[in-house]
């Protein structure tokens, strides 16, 4: 049996409830369920509704019910799940926690798959303090991690996203996302995968399939061809544990936050950070969000002021950006070294960036601010400068590899509810309701590529009545990876169909203009061969030779999959 | 027809002239000359002796003539070569300059190879100032790219390597091979490859395949599965043209040198620079020489004083090392910033290395030392110091980009001629004879595997009667890659013999040990199985999705290749 994409599109355009129709597609067979249940026990295979409803809930348009849920326990079950999956004909859809928000969260790509939890294989396998690297497994969150190394080995950090502690480390790195800190460029600071194949075979990649390897961890290129960036966005493999090299806390730590006050400003500031990126100054990922990523890091969308809009008027949005003591844009970077390297640092980046609002955060100042916001909490000053503290603690943990919920808060800027009273000790903008898109397209880090870029999108997202919501991040030395959030209210169905027309003509717009997304959602990988030659080709011969049977997320990352049940030829 | 192994060793023993003997194997057949000559011209097939042997002309142990030489002077001309090819059933084995001297130089797999020199596609088909990058194809050399930028870009610089101005550039860098600056692990410097692929067919990487693409350049990993690594130690394709990130110039450099006197002082060495580089004061890749690496930088093996030995004689090896000043190991690296940022790092080093001997260089140091080696150098004294004036003005060319030839006199050390009379203008080690084996592997960044690899080694070449020649490289922030030299006098029988032991003695040891290379001459390919679980089969699968037929350099990195004649299963 064939999915067209007309018939899965047909279930992601409009929705209200997670749930999908019942359809035969979706209906997994009884031997299919004994088999897996063999295999990890009948405590973590689920076929229930109320289960498979749970993983399909979605912040996006589209949301795909999966056939079952098999959560293993550790590599030799992803293995023999994976020889089940053969020998039944059925794909598997590996998820590490699921939590892939904005691009199409635990869902697969057709109904037909089986969700692979990868959740409970959640070990710190190794943390090694001279080398400072971990081996971890892909259930490991970034929260745990971040716990475990405050506790056993406070002098080693790992980046972590702003996507929060629930989030598993291995899952983001796998998509080739980003961090902050200086090991922020994450797919760098792998060295080593093991990988379950389709056919059941272990891989060890780097030097880690020589017996006594003593590099495997140190060494991520082996010898012959390097082949781990096959196994990131993608379907080739299922990544069962991973090295990751950790960063050496440094002795001192500086954020700076910058500030660009008119919407055009960007450009003269991404040309005075890049040189500093370039030169080693900036190690780490330098994040600049414009004014609504700020506003809405604070507050959701104010639908009592605003009747019956999507976006808000320019006087309240100048209103809010105001009372909030925010420009247009605001950058936050982080200098690591010794004393004197940290101020030397700084020097240079005050000497690039005179012209432009400059502040330093450093542990010393946050603790005084902390204090004073003590001493005043009682009045109006004492919550606004709590709340700009707890802000600037977050920012400023996040660039020492702290993860936070608070820049989660983004996710819940449409939604109608407001801020959850639980929010934000246990959120999920998923189950919580949210509905958002992230287009992340990647350019040049030029000023006048920003500017051209965001007269591009400011014009589509009004037309279709949204605001631009977007964060620019100096993923490389060389470029930036734009994050926009596409925040709407799913229960307006008007307002949801807009925002579906809206992302589309986002996306082909970007693509057209030649800034190619570093990552894309589920429902958009189908349109991955637009304007593209050659390279789908060469990646589906890939495909073809590592998983003949389309047993791995067929679809994932495969724009050109036919997305037939495997078995079906 | 195939060709077993130990017919390949048989040509590969023993031999004192690059002349292979006549064999079937060796010829090419007129049509398939012909049909080169219609796609590059009659002065691009080269097929008769004199030119094959040059080809052919190898430093090590191995040589292997090939069928036929064609140059392709551009991308167009590479497609339709591959497409002879598959026609007539014959493997190509891609050069870009044939000089990886150590590793096989220009020497195909198999003589049923036709080298595909890639030379003449020599141009510098892009600078950006702005983003600071390159786009080459594969025949440009580190000397051409190098006089380039500082003709017209003086303020960026391209990595090198030490093997001196003639060799290409994405050569090397596909071996992955690793240089001395910030770039200097030069894979993660790769930004977009052109490639041509077995069927003919054009593939870019990164975002270059999208139409319009504006991150071709500057964002290497694209959207879906990143492939460029495969193309790296492989015969998956043949690189076109490649997107090189190039360092912009920093305001101030300081090389230093720092000595370690004993043997074993070398762990305590490493243990005190691996933490600055994983905290990002040390960004240059540090080299660590020992004694015998510095002291044939500055002549050959002393024949005369020395009868009958392949090693040195422990006092005089002393004696050498004391007239050169040197200690038992010295290391070499460099700090960039503006001047405090180098000033700050200065001090981090200088801290972190008291209790070693420790020089600073800068540009004024070295002008003032030259002028006053101009003005003594009618005394011994002068002489000397223009030597040590040279030898630093090279380490301090290396660390900003700029090819030298100088290091290349190490690969001279066993010469019993000597140094020609027209080095360093004028040399190739391969047709000036000289004969050495280097083997690479990799160790972490631990004092202590630097002790147990050192005796390890230290034993086998000792009881083969050679001297222990390396420089270990911190080429990441982890790990260091060694490089022993094994040099050897070819026209002692009996002494090539020693070194062909001794090589393949030190490979299997160093491997059991789980030091594994990171790169390894083409006679050792085949020994890559050793040891090896599962990867082999993978890439096997992986060459044959993309080269079914077996057109491009069969047995490169490909441990398990049949190595038979392609159309002749």
Redesign the interface.
Known sequence: MKYRRSEIDACSGLQTTVRLPDRDCGQVDEDILSALRRVVGPANVFSDDATLDRYAASTGLGCVRARAVVRPADTAEVKAIVLVAGQHHFPLYPISRGRNWGYGDACPVTPSQVILDLGRMNRIVEVNP????AEIEPGVTQGQLSDYLQTHHPSLWADCTGAGPDVSVVGNILD?GFGHT?YGNR??TV?GLEVV?ADG?????G?G???????Y??????????????????N?GIVTRMGL?LM?A?EEMAVFIVTAEEQRDIAALVDALR?LR????L?SVVHIGNDLRLIASAGTFPFDAVHGLSSLPGELREQLRRSAGIGNWTGVGAL???R??V???A??VRRALRGFRLQFLTERRLQLARMAAVTLRATGWGRRLKSLVDTAEALYGLNRGRPTRRFLLGAYWRRREGIPPEFPENCNPALDGCSFLWLSP?????GR?VIAFNDLVTRIVARHGFDFFVTFSM?????LGAVITLCFDRDNAAEAARAGNCYREMFSSV??????????GTTSMAS?VR?????????A??K???DPDNIIAPGR??PGAALQAPGEQ
Chains 1, 2 share one sequence.
Not at 531 to 539: I, K, L, N, Q
Request: with cysteine; aromatic share 16%; charged share 20%.
């Open positions: 001279e080398l400072a690297y080739r200086a797919f760098q060295c194949l075979r272990t891989l060890h990649t030097t399939h020589y017996a006594g390897s003593r590099t961890r140190t060494y991520p290129y082996g010898v012959g061809p390097y082949i781990d960036g096959i196994f990131t966005q993608s080739f090299w050496p440094p040189p370039m030169d080693g100054t190690r690591y070294g010794d004197r390297q101020a030397a640092s020097r240079r990647t350019l040049p880090a030029l590529e993923i490389n030395e060389r470029s693509v057209d203009a030649g800034y190619v997304p570093y990552r894309v991955l304007r593209s030659e050659g390279f789908w080709d060469v990646t011969a890939l073809q030779a590592l990352y495969e």
